[in-house]
């Protein structure tokens, strides 16, 4: 039996987050975590030991650029895949400051199919599909 | 005599014999009361000798003045008010009338105050007894009353000047209100669609569940779960369209492009739709290759949505022609939102982008309407009133110009885009805008 693969999904949208994870989780392939406050991403995922982020980027207080930093920081963390989810909808509206540590790391336009995302978490773990 | 000649007059003075002579009409049917008039102005000390002519009614004072040859006119009007054809304030009116520009000094046989006080309130230039006339009086009046006549010209002018000023003051701020009422609508857009979004994702998730998890779905719950899906589809397309116009010309990445390939490329795209409506469309290309520079995508955008509109507008079908050519900017209609330094002006050298068709058009008092956010004239859930309206922000975007017509020769539509022709620089990419790019997925597409 091969072993799940560890998803943290922080979101501060409760509902999203919870679908997110009862789709991930459908597919028998994912352990799902779900994260609402932001401040605590940090802490959580280190516990958790995810393989790989699910992060939105519009949220209250630390955003997903705050977020991602401190990832970043972490020996552990900063190996760990990340993508990111996002209600604006292109690169330029992210303005300058930013960009730089996000670069890397997929960017997905909510709304977005679950097909779309699983295809692009399963590219960014390099699982074949 | 032209009016700087007679501004000459003026400035230099009466006495000047350098300056031209002037022309007197004295319109009199008494010869002794000519002759006595004209020998007065012989005598008055003019520099040049004045011309005075005759005329005994006013019916031939009125076509002296107006048949005269323009280089050379009359300047002044002795008028007496007793003629064979009309008498009393009747005269001056009849006169005034028929050459409104032309000042006049009346010369009268009585010495009645109020009527002399009614014409001059009504124009007339002076009211003088005749049995009180000298040279140096008629010289005076005359020249007083060219001096004021002078003026009042100006003032005419300038009330044109202020009038037209006024006109084009009243249109740039219409344009202006509505560019701060577009902007408005921008930022609540921006807002709104932000804030739809997350619910829009979740309802997109739930039902991406539904649609994997359902085992052995009923026919209701398998048409539930499309109309859903079709649902969320099109608000995410709402959504879609609110941000893309109110965008800023930041997202806008110009490269240099051959407006017949895009043409074309907008063809095969649109050639489906077109084919199960029963429109046929068909290019008429510019020989020469024509180039512009703009963001390739949201032009394509801009021309779907105008053929997606003619293709609405022809339910039984029709004809869309889509014509290009090479042209110069006719006048140019200022659009106060946009203070560009580098916007199109009049004469430069544009591509010239029009697609006609041959349904029942936009009415006359819809023109003015159909580019504004939100307005449609189709039922709820065929148009969100956003297509014209994102196109023409996209136009501006690329300073062009975007304006509809009545199409030649046919009842229909024709939208008229001109954008600004980039001759020189065939192949050299024009600068996108710095900054490092990210990979952007987005889930959904929009299909025409
Ligand atoms: N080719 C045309 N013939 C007749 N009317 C037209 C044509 N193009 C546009 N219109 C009128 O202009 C209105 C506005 O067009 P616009 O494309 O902005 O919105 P829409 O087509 O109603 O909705 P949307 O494009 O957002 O789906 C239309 O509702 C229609 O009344
Ligand atoms: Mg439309």
């Given at each position: 039996m091969k072993t799940k693969k560890r998803?943290?999904?922080?979101?501060d949208d409760k509902p999203l987050a919870s679908m997110v994870k009862m789709n991930l989780e459908g597919t028998g392939d994912y352990d799902v975590c779900v994260e609402n406050r932001s401040s605590r991403a940090l802490r959580v995922a280190q516990d958790f030991e995810p393989d790989l982020i699910l992060l939105d980027y519009i949220m209250p207080g630390l955003d997903g650029g705050d977020v991602s930093c401190r990832f970043h920081e972490d020996p552990k963390l900063s190996k760990v895949p990340l993508v990111m989810v996002t209600a604006l909808v292109s690169n330029c509206e992210m303005g300058d400051?930013?960009?730089s540590q996000l670069g890397g790391h997929t960017m997905l336009a909510k709304p977005i199919r679950f097909h779309a995302l699983l295809a692009c978490i399963e590219k960014r773990l390099g699982v074949v599909a | 005599m032209e009016q700087d000649a007679k501004d000459d007059i003026i400035r230099r003075g009466f006495r000047n014999p350098n300056v031209p002579a002037l022309r007197f009409l004295c319109v009199e049917d008494n010869m002794g009361d000519f002759v006595l008039v004209k020998d007065h102005l012989r005598h008055a000390g003019f520099?040049?000798?004045?011309?005075?002519c005759?005329?005994?009614?006013?019916?031939?004072?009125?076509?002296?003045?107006?048949?005269?040859?323009s280089d050379l006119p009359f300047d002044l009007v002795f008028l007496d008010l007793s003629l064979p054809d009309s008498t009393g304030a009747?005269?001056?009116?009849?006169?005034?009338?028929?050459?409104?520009?032309i000042p006049v000094i009346i010369l009268s046989g009585n010495n009645d105050h109020d009527l002399a006080e009614e014409l001059v309130q009504e124009g007339a230039q002076d009211y003088l007894p005749k049995e009180s006339l000298n040279p140096d009086l008629l010289m005076r009046c005359a020249i007083y009353a060219l001096g004021r006549q002078r003026y009042r010209a100006g003032l005419e002018k300038l009330t044109q000047r202020l009038k037209q000023t006024t006109l084009e003051l009243r249109a740039a701020h219409s344009h202006l209100a509505q560019a701060e009422k577009l902007d408005s609508i921008c930022r609540l857009a921006a807002g709104v669609a932000h804030e739809v979004k997350n619910p829009l994702a979740t309802i997109q998730m739930g039902l991406d569940y539904l649609t994997a998890h359902c085992v052995n779905p009923d026919e209701n719950t398998e048409s539930t779960l499309v109309l859903m899906q079709e649902a969320v589809d099109r608000a995410d397309s709402v959504i879609h369209d609110m941000l893309n116009f109110s965008r800023s010309d930041e997202s806008v990445k110009m490269e240099p492009i051959c407006i017949n390939d895009l043409v074309a490329c907008v063809l095969r795209?649109?050639?489906?739709?077109?084919?199960?409506?029963?429109?046929?469309?068909e290019a008429l290309l510019a020989d020469d290759v024509l180039m512009i520079s703009g963001d390739l995508n949201k032009l394509e955008q801009v021309f779907i949505n105008i053929i997606m509109n003619s293709v609405q507008a022809m339910k039984a079908g029709g004809k869309i022609e889509i014509r290009t050519k090479r042209g110069l900017l006719g006048e140019t209609q200022r659009d106060e939102g946009l203070r560009e330094m580098n916007r199109m002006r009049m004469g430069d050298e544009v591509a010239v982008i029009e697609i006609s068709d041959n349904g029942p058009g936009i009415p006359d008092e819809l023109k003015n309407r159909i580019f504004e956010p939100f307005f449609t004239t189709k039922p709820t859930g065929e148009g969100t009133g956003l297509g014209l309206a994102v196109s023409k922000r996209i136009i501006e975007l690329h300073r062009?110009?975007?304006?509809?017509?009545?199409?030649e020769g046919s009842t229909g539509a024709c939208v008229r885009i001109q954008l600004k022709a980039n001759f020189s620089n065939k192949n050299k990419p024009n600068g996108t805008n710095g900054k490092p790019s990210l990979e952007l997925?987005?889930?959904?597409?929009?299909?025409p």
């Open positions: 998803i943290l999904v922080i979101d400051d930013g960009t | 520099g040049r000798q004045p011309v005075v005759c005329a005994s009614r006013v019916q031939v004072a009125v076509e002296m003045l107006s048949a005269e040859s009747e005269t001056f009116r009849r006169l005034r009338h028929a050459c409104p520009r795209i649109v050639k489906h739709e077109c084919h199960r409506n029963h429109v046929t469309c062009g110009q975007m304006e509809v017509v009545n199409s997925v987005t889930a959904t597409n929009r299909t």
